[in-house]
């Protein structure tokens, strides 16, 4: 038997031995994984923190130093130093004020609703168990429907005390949990730094290596990909949180002007749950709902429109300016994408799951596209590009992986 044609029988053996391998020591491996990630932990901070900072560092420095140093007649070389320095001091000292900011009242203000929720727990119950009685006895209700309703609402409020109690002590742990891990914020924050002055430095040493390692046609197609990524994802992210902070501000101003209760603890709720796509307002909302609904029903149905409003006020308005438009999904793979990502990674999952989702989509479409038209199909509209912008026009290189396209008919 020939070289060649052992080749398919060792990749086999080969394969299966590693899977028996993984397979046997997966315990040592989980736990390689976890030291490699408690090492590259600084790193990983870093570039979420870059990445975040990134479309705000752009702006300030193009749109507001830059124009501002031209007029005052610096050279080029001038203008791009000075720009950089003011731009990062200026996106650094906008994210040390928010996160200081929500220290120093958000956090006081939580736990203050939660003593204050759990203190009149008591009185919750009473009023609630009264209420049950008179729309029982109102409405004859057979005494076995209002018992089940009073133990419904006795173990809700239970658990919503147990999950209030667990709340505290878990805010104190993440308080010392963030101090004994400063040193991995802090190098993270410096990390940040140099990641955002020295990126585009760092981008022409990756793309040389590339080149140097891979043939043109992969190179460009694997830029291609980097750059439809890097579209997906920071157009997503940094809008849906600016998108979810507004959005919370909304709801604690709206509930302040009521006077409702509890106007931190929800709209704090109702911000960080706005980023999961779709189903964050939801999910923000049944806390609130339900903390208004033991202190006053009447201020629960005024939440839920004002919720309503501000939602819609979002969508329609706010989101498609902030975030963008549309992120090129229809809306089954949108849900598709937000449930397969929360099974698999949690709320992480739910919120990356979107941009993730279209990155392939997008990718794969240009596949299909470009097959279709190799085959000579017919589509609906052959001048029709199935995504729009210049990052989804392959160059020739590129094109050579998949075949060019046939030239249209005269």
């Known amino acids: 038997m020939s070289t060649k044609e052992l080749k398919p029988y060792l990749l086999l053996i080969t394969y299966a031995g590693v899977v028996f391998l993984t397979v046997t020591h997966l315990d040592r491996i989980l736990g390689q994984i976890s030291w490699i990630t408690s090492v590259i932990m600084p790193f990983t901070i870093a570039l979420v923190i870059a990445f975040v900072l990134n479309r705000p560092y752009k702006l300030i420095r193009h749109r507001f130093y830059t124009p501002l140093l031209q007029k005052a007649g610096l050279s080029e070389k001038k203008v791009g130093s000075i720009s950089g320095v003011f731009s990062i001091l200026s996106v650094y000292f906008l994210l ?32 609630m168990t009264a209420l049950i009685s008179r729309i029982s006895t109102q409405f004859q209700l ?3 429907i209002a018992r089940l309703l009073n133990t419904y609402w006795q173990d809700l409020l239970a658990g919503i005390y147990q999950t209030l109690n667990t709340l505290l002590p878990a805010l104190v742990d993440f308080s010392m949990g963030a101090a004994t891990s400063i040193y991995n914020v802090f190098s993270g924050l410096i990390i940040s730094i140099y990641l955002l002055t020295g990126k585009d430095k760092l981008i022409r040493t990756f793309k040389k290596m590339l080149y140097a390692f891979l043939p043109d046609r992969w190179a460009d197609y694997a830029m291609h990909v980097g750059h439809v990524a890097n579209r997906s994802f920071g157009g997503f992210l940094t809008g849906q949180i600016i998108d979810s902070a507004i959005v919370g501000l909304l709801c604690f101003l709206g509930m302040s002007v009521m006077k409702m209760p509890y106007a931190m603890l929800s709209s704090v709720i109702v911000g960080v749950t706005n980023i999961i796509p779709y189903f964050g307002p939801i999910i923000g909302a049944i806390p609130g709902v339900v903390l208004l609904l033991l202190s006053n029903p009447i201020k629960a149905v005024l939440f839920i429109i004002l919720i309503v409003c501000i939602q819609q006020f979002d969508g329609n308005i ?3 300016r902030i975030v963008g438009s549309s992120i090129g999904v229809s809306g089954v793979w949108v849900l598709f ?18 941009p993730a989702f279209s990155v392939i989509y997008v990718l794969v479409r240009e596949q299909a596209h470009r097959r279709l038209l190799a085959k000579n199909r017919q589509i609906n509209n052959p001048e029709e590009h199935l995504c729009e912008g210049d990052s989804c026009v392959l ?12 030239e249209q008919p005269q």
Request: net charge negative; glycine share 10%.
């Open 337 to 354: 994408s937000i449930i397969v990502g929360g099974s698999l990674f949690g709320v992480p999952g739910m919120v990356a799951g979107l």
């Open 142 to 144: 057979n005494s076995e």
């Open 318 to 320: 706010m989101a498609p």
């Open 96 to 127: 040390f004020f928010i996160v200081g900011k929500l220290v120093s009242s958000v956090i006081p203000e939580l736990i203050v609703s939660i003593e204050t929720f759990s203190s009149n727990m008591d009185d919750y119950l009473s009023d």
């Open 395 to 406: 160059d020739d290189s590129v094109a050579e992986i998949f075949g060019k396209e046939p």
